[in-house]
């Protein structure tokens, strides 16, 4: 008797305690939120400061986003970045997951901790290293020198997600592949890749907005090259105008966008999936 | 078709080392053409270490593998011209049927219009004319099985290899694929070899075994000879049921088993120093009447009993205790249950029994 | 094969070699593989840090230790940053917690629509959750707008451009890297142990202590070293929402590079949170080992 109403009592029914649990989710998703909406009246502001709720509402902040050359020099600046980054991440990445997961090879788990070690160390250690380093290679306000300092933030997510997928994949398929007449690059093309691409599909978005959105090597390697995250930071520093709140609103659509794609597309990168 | 001996494969002496471990140690076997040859052996005898270096996923330290006399040691193995049935198929779960099924020919750069025609027939020869179309997943064991089948044998390889092709299904299915397979392969001569751990599945599909331990070939022959007259305790104790019996030869005709009782051999027995096994099917124990007299006879209690529908199985120890012995009978009208305590006198004749070395 | 010229040693060696090389190209293949990565981390990534720390080391004394490890200022800022790391980690975790248990109990479509809510910020610029908090906490924000207009506070409170705004600021971002692995665990917790231990006499707090926690302890050990970790290396929340009071490391180490050009300091201190972080990473990493084996 006992037990059978112990199993009744978990097995759905919810209790008051419950309900607080709820509510304390609630609230933290709410606070998780809450930055990403507010963005949205202020964008839609008449007045230049910082003021809430807005005193009259127009649209010519995103007026001022479209029109005025230097914002869309740094967003074209920074999708042209991401663009290389999501490109070169995502190949160099693949080869060293497929390494890491199928190889057999001394070091190998050496190899392992310096491609996940970018994750770990500062940020900011990073930046001033390359800055140094490619102030001697006079590579600073290129271009394509932040594609290479972001290259190396976004090789770990391509790696992370990629060696899960390749884990998952049972190697008999490409057994069976090489001993129905294919050789081992037609086998990895028709037989492994395939099952793949949602992971790389994931992998790639990631490389992409981990690019896209990152500051601190782009400030210091893009002198006065700016990305659309550096031309943000000074926008807030000097506090000059809610054409921020615009280009936030975009960003976040932007973000939702991507999202919906990745959850149809992709594997890997959204917790909810195995 | 080609000459007189395609399709014959021959393994030297194939040996391979996983550091300390000999996996497999100078094995020699030819499989004839049109022949189903099964490797039998528990798991790390060596049996699929010696599938893999056939296959081409392995490769021997000594030895050399020939295919039609061609040596193909050292070649890749998409040059082989093997088809294999994988354990758990390794169907390409983004093709449809009938993609997977073109795959080899595709490989093969074979033109469109015969590839379509080959895979439609051969989809016709295991029995999916119709499925080409559905993906992998859509299809139930025994239909995943015969597309890995089809997949196989469409590009008419010199060797069929099936490695435990039938593990991943329940029993009733297995027993129909069993014959499927078996039927498939003798109706297109595939020359085949065929890895198992499942004695009884050996027996029904093959023309050889080989049973295999320790990296060796511990028996190569007929599943009749093989279950007949196995030739060493492993082998005798992998196939079947038996009561297994040390014994010492008195001389060339008698032995003494261990505890005493004396038994007449089967065969002459050469001599020599060791001492011998003898192994008796628990199908040939007879139950016989008080006054029945046999080669070895003798009174005893009924110890176990196993109920297994069609048969019922005895453990009997005679009354002196110096023996104990596995009977099998079938259960007929005639033949009534007996129970754990019951009185019995069993006998068996001489030529029933196989003798080998024990050692 | 022609086999007339070499004595049958050679050729037992040369077929030896041959097998050996066929045995092992795959494996030479995948480190082949790995190749390109390696060289781009190694030329961009390796050396580069390599340089800036062997800066640090100039000077037969060490200056630059001397100063980052005995300066009462230097020394301030780096107790400051652990601090901040460990508050934002506590924080995290209380407010994780429960929300990575109720997404593991609650019936579909809630866990995903959940999650949804934490991917969506997470995946957002820093810049604009951090333009977002400064519309929310300034002295004309909402929540001070707000609480003015119910009456319950008469001067604007001080949420921005200090400790409280940087506390909020780096919970917000690292709150997900906390939610994830706990959820992760959790959701691979059998129900049936709860009941179990129930049908067992447990009651609901033994069942949490004993049981729920014990079990979900790699999960809180993982999020933990993530959030610590990141923390001490935070660069532009401090930055935007301390005002310039907070100082924490990273802001410290761009000072010196930016402002002063003194490569061997930034260096030194480079170092020294370096050690700091992967110290952490690796006890961390050690009890979640020792923990998992226990487990």
Redesign the interface.
Known sequence: M??RR??R??AGRWSAWHFG??A??AL??L?????????FP?SLSSSS?????PPGWSLRWYEQYFTDSTWIDATLRSIKVALATTVLATV??T??S???V????PGKEF?NQ??L??L???????S???????GQLKLIGLWQGIV??H??HA?PFVVIIMTAALRTF?I??E??????????A?AIW??TL??LRPSLISAAFLAF?SS??E??VAMFLGGSNMTL?KK??DN??NEIDPT??A??VI??VL??V??ILVSKLGSGA???ER | MATQDAGTLEVVGATRRFGAVTALAGVDLTVRRGEMLTLLGPSGSGKTTLLKIVAGFETPDEGAVRVDGRDITMAPPAKRDIGMVFQNYALFPHMTVAENVAFPLLMRRIPRAERERRVQETLKLVDLPTHGGRLPRQLSGGQQQRVALARAVVFDPQLLLLDEPFGALDRQLREQMQLEVRRLQQRLELTALFVTHDQEEALVMSDRIAVMGQGQIAQLGTPEEIYRAPSSRFVAGFIGESNLYRARPLDDATAELEGGMRVPLPHKWPGGTGDLGLMLRPERVRSLGPDDAADIAFDGLIEEVVYLGETIKYRIRSDDGRLSVLARWPLHEANRILSSGHRVRVGWRSADMHSFPWS | MSASATTPNELRAGALRRRWWRRHRDGFGSLAAAGPALLFLLVLYLIPMAMLLAQSFEGASLPHYQKALTDDLYLRVLFDTLLIAACVSLLCLVLAYPVAYALSILPSPWPAVGIAFILLPFWTSVLVRTYGWMVLLGRNGLINRMLSDLGVIETPLPLLNNMTGVLIGMTHVLLPYMVFPLYAVMRRMDPNLAQAARGLGASGWDVFRRIYLPLTLPGVLAGMTLVFVLSIGFFITPALLGGGKVHMMAVLIEQQVRMFLNWGFAGALSAVLLGATLLVYIVLRRLLRGNMQWS
């Open positions: 006992e037990l112990g199993r009592r978990g649990l709820f304390f989710t933290v998703l606070f998780l939120m809450a930055p990403l909406v507010v963005v202020m400061y910082l003021q809430f709720p160099l990445g080869a060293l497929f390494s890491l199928r190889g057999r090879y190899v310096i491609s070690m970018p770990i160390v500062p940020v900011i250690i990073y001033i290293a390359v800055y140094g380093w490619f290479l300092g290259t190396v090789i049972d008999a398929q057994h069976a592949a090489m001993s129905l007449g294919a050789n081992r037609q028709h037989v395939p099952p907005i896209f959105d500051l601190v995250p943000m930071f807030i520093v921020i709140a280009v936030s960003q976040v973000v939702t991507i999202l959204v917790p909810t």
